[in-house]
């Protein structure tokens, strides 16, 4: 069993200024989830907290809605509402 | 599709869009028809006169989710070729932002495959964009929550 969870962390947008970087890497400790790494991020970036609610989630470039478990090596990135073109 | 579209494809870039090159680019023997999307930054918006705007993006999942707009539009309609291009960093007014170019035997597949296209990159596609405003303010552009 593995004592920490390392994941890569992208930020973008609102969310880049609001953590002050557009990337990171978070060790989490096993088992490792969703839930789990906002608890860190937050602790890191306390001004995250406002742009939660509105910030989809990807892991490894899908988005998910569900707190689902992470693995090492995971790419998790906060995307803000979207707006191409 | 068959390999028509090559994973090589670069869909997002920080260099000037050149028109002339996406057309010839879906240029077909097959076509009748190429509709033409430019997206350009204007000097106005509803928090006042824009002097430029700063567009950014997740590249990786932008290009998969181009790449899926391209193949879903495919299956749509009688696309011959198809170039989209959306540039990303500091821009201009004047500036192109996108370029879709669809080629297709007849208009009426064209202007609907390019419209759709269009529509899509602007609600589901990884890009922000940030307006510059004249005095020296920023905004971001709202936008609409990414969705599976």
């Keep these: ?85 | 599709m068959g390999d028509k579209y090559k994973d090589t494809k670069k869909r997002i870039t920080n260099k000037e869009i050149k028109p002339g090159d996406i057309i010839n680019s879906v240029k077909d023997d097959q076509a009748g028809a190429i509709d033409f999307f430019i997206g350009t930054i204007r000097n106005f918006s509803e928090a006042g006169k824009i002097e430029g705007m700063f567009y950014e993006s997740y590249i990786t999942m932008a290009e998969e989710s181009l790449k899926q707009i391209e193949n879903e539009a495919n299956q749509k309609w009688d696309v011959k070729k198809l170039t989209i291009i959306h540039r990303i960093g500091d821009l201009s007014i004047g500036d192109i932002s996108l370029a879709v170019a669809v080629s297709t035997p007849h208009r009426d597949d064209a202007f609907k495959a390019c419209r759709y296209i269009v529509e899509r990159i602007k609600h589901e596609v990884p890009i922000w964009k940030k307006e510059k405003i004249v005095g020296g303010k920023e905004k971001w552009v709202s936008g609409v929550a990414i969705k599976k």
């Design chain 1, 1 to 85: 069993m593995p004592a920490s969870v390392k994941v890569k962390v992208l930020y973008f947008a609102q969310a880049r200024e609001a953590a002050g970087a557009s990337e990171e890497e978070i060790a989490l400790s096993y088992p490792a989830f969703i839930d789990s790494l906002f608890t860190k991020i937050l602790e890191h970036h306390p001004d995250i907290a406002a742009i939660r609610e509105i910030v989809s989630v990807s892991v490894n470039c899908k988005i998910t809605n569900e707190n689902i478990a992470l693995s090492k090596g995971d790419e998790i990135a906060l995307l803000p509402p979207v707006i191409g073109g």
